[in-house]
């Protein structure tokens, strides 16, 4: 029915990537807040376990979710 071809067209990227992408979005959102243990947040972002959960935050981000709210915590670690 061509929805992926628009959807690609829309945002650059298959619906399942942006979908996933988005989840990753809010996870980084959670990890600052620093309410959530990561295995509620990976359970709050839709993630079967947090080893899933860690290798596509760090394949979208560069860094796993622990190391991203270390450096939340102590932004001069980053060499951002």
Partial sequence: DGTSE??????GQTPHAYIRAKRIEKAAQLLHTRNYSIKQIADLTGFYDT???S??????????????????EN???SNR
Wanted: proline share 7%.
């Fill in 75 to 77: 932004p001069f670690l």
């Fill in 51 to 53: 080893h899933h959960f």
């Fill in 6 to 11: 628009r959807a690609l067209a829309l945002t």
């Fill in 55 to 72: 290798r596509v935050f760090r394949r979208l981000r560069g860094i796993t979710p622990a190391e991203f709210r270390r450096l939340d």
